[in-house]
């Protein structure tokens, strides 16, 4: 499947509450169509020891159709509704901008180790200067 088709019959459902998940999303919006998928980011910090009050999730979901009208039918009916007690904003979804500059997110090139390893040399390789250090005592 082609990214373009992809992203058309994908929407972004945004507002939704941290008690929602996969099957609510999924049965509140399978009525406009056959759904492919259903996607809930999870928060950017959920790798690091999370704790127990933290939002399982980062307030949005994306949610695939199988053809591009039933998608629009979507967003026509359930932008700005209601959803477990939170109006939803609903629209097609975009591709990420950083997605497609940079393949690794928001990390900068040089902390990947295969960057490193190509690209970095010890000091004494490179052709710089090896600075000794003396240390002198106060006696």
């Keep these: 499947m082609e990214e373009g ?15 929602t998940d996969e099957t609510t999303l ?9 759904i492919l998928e259903v996607q809930i980011p999870p928060p950017a910090s959920q790798h690091q020891n999370p704790a127990p009050d933290a939002p399982k999730h980062r307030g ?20 700005m509704n209601e959803l477990k ?3 939803l904003r609903v629209n097609l979804a975009r ?16 902390e990947s180790e295969e960057w490193l390893q190509e690209h970095v040399k010890p000091l004494a390789q490179s052709g710089g200067n090896v600075a000794h250090i003396i240390f002198f005592s106060g006696i």
Excluded at 5 to 19: C, E, L, N, R
């Design 5 to 19: 088709t992809k992203t058309k019959k994908t929407i972004f459902v945004g507002g939704i509450s941290d008690d």
């Design 26 to 34: 999924y049965e509140g919006f399978s009525t406009f169509g056959d």
């Design 60 to 79: 949005f979901a994306f949610v695939t159709f199988s053809s591009q009208g039933d998608a629009q039918d979507a967003i026509d009916n359930m932008d």
């Design 85 to 87: 007690g939170r109006v």
């Design 95 to 110: 591709p990420m901008k950083a997605a497609t500059l940079n393949p690794q997110g928001n990390r900068a090139i040089w």
